[in-house]
């Protein structure tokens, strides 16, 4: 699925302030390797069908046994590992004996220490790697998982490494069986160990997925394979709201655009995004914040949410408005299915031509029949002149005011909601009582 930097922005799905990321949200890896491997798979959601199951499955099994998964293998552990490769050190045994290796321990005093140090975080990575093939490696295993599982396998099979097999834990092996480990390891084995570290990148974000699954009780969306766009969820909700409130949605080729209207702080950015981070959650494979949702596969998504100027190069805010507009329109005209998400259009210039700009564009863009679009607006006027199109579903976010407090109820509802409440909201703030006073 296609998807820019600015959707992603507009998602939330990374952020500068990591803490209100999806991303951050979701990362329960155990190594910075991880985490990288992970925010690529973040970074590039995926294009077919096919594709994703074979994540959604992965995920599942790691899923399943994850109070299984071993402990031994921490980001401390890579690091030294890395370190012991950097570091210069005097040669090791070729072959160690009791006499080598006592006199490499005597006249090597700070050298032995570091390669003792070393050897035994490279035995718990070993050990570790070779746990988590015996653990996942059956007839049930995926085989996307089964496939580096069995590379990994292939790797650690040699005879110098049976002695790690065979202990178990690194305490156990004497001064000789450690130095031979660690002259094969240092001198042997090096790209080996890289690859390993790669593939273990890879489980590690995938574990990660699967916990994230669990703690926030997400859900594996279904994928059809249908031509027509759609998306059906029930209990959808977003992730980074502490106490969501959820909600039913259904677009499809016959009712394909959401016209949303409500006051300001009602929820309706909020919603937006929550639709936006469920497809793109399950584009890369991950549950969803959801009791259910069904899909097809989408080519790309687009958001027209946090436009903003450019003062260095003289560009208002509007001008940025419309050549966000102008660039989803030439993107979106190529019968590929897309979501579309717009957030109070044209923001930036007044009212009267706001409304005039937003009916042309809501009137062009409700021709492209391939395609599923949410949009928002305070200008509820237009609506009216829209209903002549059956392909347009009116939602509206209600507020009531009671002692002129603000109640937001946070439930989609049918219709189109005329509320004005920017005065009572300057009046409730006290800002008119401030100015009264200058």
Same mark, same amino acid.
């Given at each position: 699925m296609e998807i820019d930097k600015t959707t992603l922005n507009d998602l939330s799905v990374?952020?500068?302030?990591?803490?209100?990321? &999806?991303?951050?949200? #979701? *990362?329960?890896?155990?190594?910075?390797?991880?985490?990288?491997? /992970?925010?690529?798979?973040? +970074?590039?959601?995926?294009?077919?069908?096919?594709?994703?199951?074979?994540?959604?499955?992965?995920?599942?099994?790691?899923?399943?046994?994850?109070?299984?998964?071993?402990?031994?293998?921490?980001?401390?552990?890579?690091?030294?590992?890395?370190?012991?490769?950097?570091?210069?050190?005097?040669a090791l045994p070729s072959y160690a004996t009791a006499t080598s290796a006592?006199?490499?321990?005597?006249f090597h005093g700070a050298d032995f220490s570091l390669v003792k140090?070393?050897?035994?975080?490279?035995?718990?990575?070993?050990?570790?790697?070779?746990?988590? &093939?015996?653990?996942? #490696? *059956?007839?049930?295993?995926?085989?996307?998982?089964?496939?580096? /599982?069995?590379?990994?396998? +292939?790797?650690?099979?040699?005879?110098?490494?049976?002695?790690?097999?065979?202990?178990?834990?690194?305490?156990?092996?004497t001064m000789i069986d450690m130095l031979r480990l660690a002259n094969f390891i240092r001198n042997y084995y090096k790209q080996n160990v890289f690859e390993l570290m790669e593939i273990y990148n890879q489980l590690d974000a995938w574990y990660s997925m699967a916990l994230a699954m669990e703690k926030y009780d997400l859900h594996f969306p279904v994928f059809s394979k249908d031509e027509e766009p759609v998306i059906q969820a029930k209990g959808l909700y977003h992730i980074l709201v502490p106490d969501p409130v959820s909600y039913d949605i259904t677009l499809n080729r016959k009712c394909n655009f959401i016209f949303l209207t409500g006051a300001n702080m009602a929820g309706k950015s909020t919603f937006i995004k929550s639709v936006g981070a469920a497809v793109f959650l399950a584009h890369i494979g991950m549950g969803v914040p959801a009791v259910s949702m069904h899909l097809t596969m989408f080519e790309g998504m687009l958001s027209n949410i946090n436009v903003v100027d450019n003062i260095s190069k003289g560009e208002s805010y509007f001008y940025n408005e419309v050549q966000r507009i102008k660039n989803t329109i030439l993107k979106i005209n190529d019968r590929r299915k897309w979501l579309i998400l717009i957030d109070e259009l044209f923001k930036g210039t007044n009212v009267q031509d706001a409304m005039k700009c937003s009916a042309?564009?809501?009137?062009?863009?409700?021709?492209?029949?391939?395609?599923?679009?949410?949009?928002?607006?305070?200008?509820?006027?237009?609506?009216?002149?829209?209903?002549?199109?059956?392909?347009?579903s009116f939602k509206y976010f209600e507020t009531t005011v009671e002692d002129e407090q603000l109640k937001f109820s946070y439930q989609l509802m049918n219709g189109i909601s005329n509320d004005r409440l920017g005065y009572l909201i300057l009046k409730r703030e006290k800002v008119i009582e401030l100015l009264d006073e200058l």
């Open positions: 990374f952020n500068h302030e990591e803490e209100f990321s &999806i991303f951050n949200k #979701l *990362d329960f890896t155990r190594t910075i390797g991880g985490m990288e491997r /992970l925010f690529y798979q973040f +970074s590039r959601p995926l294009n077919t069908v096919d594709e994703i199951n074979a994540v959604q499955q992965t995920i599942q099994i790691i899923g399943q046994k994850k109070e299984l998964w071993p402990g031994m293998i921490s980001n401390g552990t890579i690091m030294v590992i890395h370190k012991f490769y950097e570091t210069g050190i005097d006592y006199s490499y321990k005597i140090y070393s050897t035994g975080h490279a035995f718990d990575f070993l050990k570790g790697m070779k746990k988590i &093939i015996d653990i996942f #490696l *059956d007839d049930s295993c995926p085989a996307s998982l089964k496939k580096i /599982l069995q590379s990994a396998d +292939s790797i650690l099979n040699k005879e110098q490494l049976k002695i790690v097999f065979k202990k178990e834990k690194n305490d156990d092996l042309t564009v809501i009137e062009g863009l409700i021709k492209i029949k391939n395609s599923l679009f949410i949009l928002s607006t305070h200008l509820y006027e237009i609506g009216e002149d829209l209903k002549k199109y059956p392909n347009i």
